[in-house]
């Protein structure tokens, strides 16, 4: 979750200490997959808004604001 966060937040600025502490949990190759994972949901994300997608009932709980 905090990388999807630093992610989202300034991409550019992801702290180094984040970095370590995947390094303990994960290997490079899983962290190149959570990084695309993090890359494919922005872009979908972005498809959605602009498309003007629904959003799926289930996930109204996580909306902002009221749908």
Known sequence: MDLGRAISRDPHNIPADLYDTLKERYTTEQIVLLISFAGIMAA???FNTVAKVPLDEVLYKY???EV
């Open 44 to 46: 979908t994300n972005l």
């Open 63 to 65: 909306a902002k604001k």
